[in-house]
């Protein structure tokens, strides 16, 4: 093996490690906005004594949430692909419903 040959394979070991930290680092802070947003909306639904549902992706699906659970109530029928941009952005930072009639006209629009 060349110097040559062996400086070029450690470098591209050092870009896939920086490339790797890059994207874990990047899940991460999605991960800490959404639970940020979402205790948000849950404290200022609890705060104002309303119930309401919270919809946002979960395992690649959009599923609606009661407020303060975990667990998802529902799950949304609906291909996350083909929602544009702004719907996918809403969607990862969660969309407060306050009423069940609310709740089956966005279904109804979000599936359509």
């Known amino acids: 093996m060349t110097y040559r040959s062996a ?3 450690y470098f591209t ?6 490339i790797a930290v890059f994207l874990v ?4 802070g999605q991960e800490v906005h ?7 909306l849950a404290a200022a639904a609890v ?12 395992g690649g699906r959009a ?15 609906v291909e996350l692909s083909l929602l544009s941009d702004y719907d996918r952005e809403a969607l990862s930072e969660g969309i407060y419903i306050s009423s ?4 089956r ?5 979000i599936s359509s």
């Open 25 to 28: 680092v990047c899940t991460l």
């Open 7 to 9: 400086k070029r394979i």
């Open 105 to 109: 006209q966005f279904i109804e629009d």
């Open 63 to 77: 599923a609606v949430f009661r407020n303060g659970e975990e667990k998802p109530y529902l799950l949304i029928d």
């Open 100 to 103: 069940e009639k609310e709740l």
């Open 13 to 18: 070991l050092v870009t896939a490690a920086v």
């Open 34 to 40: 959404r639970k940020r947003v979402e205790t948000r």
């Open 47 to 58: 705060h104002e004594g309303r119930q309401g549902f919270i919809v946002r992706e979960s």
